[in-house]
């Protein structure tokens, strides 16, 4: 198990590394020091586990946000004009992601899904800015379970005429998502698998 004081005396110089490796391997510990928890949790669908983990201590960590942002923005194929997740999970990362792309002279937009229309003025699923019908966006997910999630953004995006082909995650927990946007025709990555960051505990 990675000891939360080995990760603060650890240098911050890695966030800013040219080799993304070294910035992959901080993410990780990260993940590992933040994120991951053993014990008896009950999960929203009701199933127990005997593990839990929560990415919002990583990418709400100014480190954290910096490493996620420019990992995802490295595995964007190079067509990729934005970025877009379902809130609340996806919401920090779009950002990042976009942030960094503003520092790489690459500029790629953000667009946060809601889960339900907006109540007011534009009842709008999607905020963000208006890009022309065709353009390629990509997913974005803290952590794919089933995969469900991820599936409603990808629906919303399409409904309003963007391309939508890909998702990439932070963790993928292994439990049928893949499988789904294979089904869905939909290319997948992830940074982690949980049986990497589980290794690494």
């Known amino acids: 198990?990675?000891?939360?004081?080995?990760?603060?005396?650890?240098?911050?110089?890695?966030?800013h590394a040219t080799d993304i490796s070294i910035v992959r391997q901080y993410l990780l510990n990260l993940f590992?020091?933040?994120?991951?928890?053993?014990?008896?949790?009950?999960?929203s669908?009701?199933?127990?586990?005997s593990y839990y983990i929560n990415a919002k201590p990583v990418i709400l960590n100014p480190f954290g946000a910096l490493a996620t942002?420019?990992?995802?923005?490295?595995?964007?194929?190079?067509?990729a004009q934005a970025v877009a997740g379902l809130t609340l999970g996806a919401d920090p990362i779009v950002t990042s992601v976009s942030i960094v792309s503003a520092y790489e002279n690459r500029p790629i937009s953000a667009f946060i899904i809601r889960k339900?229309?907006?109540?007011?003025?534009?009842?709008?699923?999607i905020e963000g800015p208006t890009l022309?019908?065709?353009?390629?966006?990509?997913?974005?997910?803290?952590?794919?379970?089933?995969?469900a999630s991820a599936m409603k953004a990808v629906k919303r995006l399409r409904d309003v005429g963007y391309k939508v082909d890909q998702i990439i995650t932070l963790?993928?927990?292994?439990?049928?998502?893949?499988?789904?946007?294979?089904e869905e025709g939909l290319k997948f990555?992830?940074?982690?698998?949980?049986?990497?960051i589980q290794s690494q505990y």
């Not at 198990?1 to 966030?15: H, L, P, R």
């Not at 942002?69 to 067509?79: E, I």
């Open 1 to 15: 198990m990675t000891n939360s004081i080995d990760i603060w005396t650890e240098t911050k110089d890695a966030v």
């Open 32 to 43: 590992c020091t933040l994120a991951y928890k053993e014990g008896d949790f009950v999960l």
């Open 45 to 49: 669908s009701g199933q127990r586990s």
């Open 69 to 79: 942002g420019r990992l995802l923005f490295a595995m964007l194929p190079k067509t």
């Open 116 to 125: 339900e229309a907006k109540g007011h003025g534009t009842m709008a699923y």
């Open 132 to 147: 022309e019908l065709g353009t390629e966006v990509v997913v974005l997910e803290d952590v794919v379970t089933t995969g």
């Open 171 to 182: 963790v993928d927990r292994q439990q049928g998502g893949a499988q789904l946007y294979e």
């Open 189 to 196: 990555q992830s940074v982690f698998t949980i049986k990497e």
